[in-house]
């Protein structure tokens, strides 16, 4: 487990240097728990670290991500949610809690979630922390019961 919560100097730059030891030291190949709620991350932060699990394979045996209480928008979340359907098979399979609360996630990207979960992405997820404004969304409500995952 690393947990790194509530550190908001760590922002974007911090997160881009922690996916490249991920993927370049090979540090996050056992890393089950990473805990990054409240350290200014923002969509390119979130996109370091998808960029580290698809093209590197990093972080492949993650089983709970804790992204809240960040800056993270639909840029970001479109990001994850494209490469979890158009990247390559496996990425974060393992993972069963993604938290996603208090971020600046709108519409377009509770779409593009929604989309993907509905295709099949994060395929072990059972608990799914999303933005309390988007809770009621048909959309996202319908791929969670569909698969049994938890929305909070």
């Keep these: 487990m690393l947990h790194l919560t509530g550190n908001a100097r760590i922002g974007d730059d ?7 030891a991920c993927a370049q ?48 928008g639909d840029v970001g979340v479109s990001t994850l949610a494209d490469a979890l359907t158009a990247g390559p098979a496996g990425v974060w399979e393992q993972l069963h809690t993604l938290n996603l609360q208090h971020n600046a ?5 509770v779409e ?8 099949g992405a994060l395929p072990s997820l059972r608990h799914l922390q999303w933005p309390a404004t988007h809770l009621a969304d048909a959309s996202l409500v319908a791929s969670c019961q569909g698969r049994s995952i938890q929305l909070g």
């Design 105 to 109: 996630i709108g519409q377009p990207g």
């Design 14 to 20: 911090g997160v881009r240097a922690l996916a490249h």
């Design 112 to 119: 593009a979630l929604s989309a993907a979960l509905a295709r």
């Design 25 to 72: 030291q090979g540090a996050g190949k056992v890393l089950i728990e990473l805990r990054l709620g409240g350290n200014s991350i923002g969509d390119d932060g979130l996109s370091a670290l998808v960029d580290a699990a698809t093209t590197h394979g990093a972080l492949a045996t993650l089983k709970e991500l804790h992204l809240n209480i960040n800056r993270i």
